[in-house]
T-cell receptor, first 115, second 119 residues
Framework: EAQVTQNPRYLITVTGKKLTVTCSQNMNHEYMSWYRQDPGLGLRQIYYSMNVEVTDKGDVPEGYKVSRKEKRNFPLILESPSPNQTSLYFC??????????????FGNGTRLTVT | AQTVTQSQPEMSVQEAETVTLSCTYDTSESDYYLFWYKQPPSRQMILVIRQEAYKQQNATENRFSVNFQKAAKSFSLKISDSQLGDAAMYFCAYRTLNAGGTSYGKLTFGQGTILTVHP
């Protein structure tokens, strides 16, 4: 089954404790991206990657890191989480070949709470 | 930068009735894509319908249709014969057509509209 898999689904941590949210897709998609969802703000892009070893900042990159060492994986790293990073996080991917209007495929989200 | 506005934080509809969710956007581009996503309580993001700006014909997917008014920069979603399973948060989103630049592939989302369906 074609899918984007995020782990964990729920995560509670304390301020300053480094964490990683994993994201993997099995569709051979070139493009991958991370979003955060906050009430009243919709979803906002954190980082994106056009392909292996190619990443760039989105609209709200502060406090986050990403890496793209393999095509299928795009982990989101919070080196020193703070309470304002409490949010719902989504990983998404899509192909950049073929139909240009190909939609984003989303993972099931990670609910992060930083105390 | 593009912005997307959903001015209705919440909407409600009776089962089997029709409801329209509003979305407006601001852009200086002439070609782009517009999407409606549904997010049920399971948190999954589900693509409902998409519209290419260069197409004048409004997109339709079964009970879901859009009213795309390019000059007015409006992209509303109409749900006909509403069902209990339609209850969800609905997001309107914009994506640039341009292949280059920092906005490539990025979806710009509205704030979302919570739809309640009453039996």
């Amino acid at each position: 089954e074609a899918q984007v898999t995020q782990n964990p689904r729920y995560l509670i941590t304390v301020t300053g404790k480094k964490l990683t949210v994993t994201c993997s897709q099995n569709m051979n998609h070139e493009y991958m991206s991370w979003y955060r969802q906050d009430p009243g703000l919709g979803l906002r892009q954190i980082y994106y990657s056009m392909n292996v070893e190619v990443t760039d900042k989105g609209d709200v990159p502060e406090g986050y890191k990403v890496s793209r060492k393999e095509k299928r994986n795009f982990p989101l790293i919070l080196e020193s989480p703070s309470p304002n990073q409490t949010s719902l996080y989504f990983c998404a991917s899509r192909t950049t070949s073929g139909a240009y209007n190909s939609p984003l495929h989303f993972g099931n989200g990670t609910r992060l709470t930083v105390t | 930068a593009q912005t997307v506005t959903q001015s209705q934080p919440e909407m409600s509809v009776q089962e089997a009735e029709t409801v329209t969710l509003s979305c407006t956007y601001d852009t200086s581009e002439s070609d782009y894509y517009l999407f409606w996503y549904k997010q049920p309580p399971s948190r999954q993001m589900i693509l409902v319908i998409r519209q290419e700006a260069y197409k004048q014909q409004n997109a339709t997917e079964n009970r879901f249709s859009v009213n795309f008014q390019k000059a007015a920069k409006s992209f509303s979603l109409k749900i006909s014969d509403s069902q209990l399973g339609d209850a969800a948060m609905y997001f309107c989103a914009y994506r640039t057509l341009n292949a280059g630049g920092t906005s490539y592939g990025k979806l710009t989302f509205g704030q979302g509209t919570i739809l309640t369906v009453h039996p």
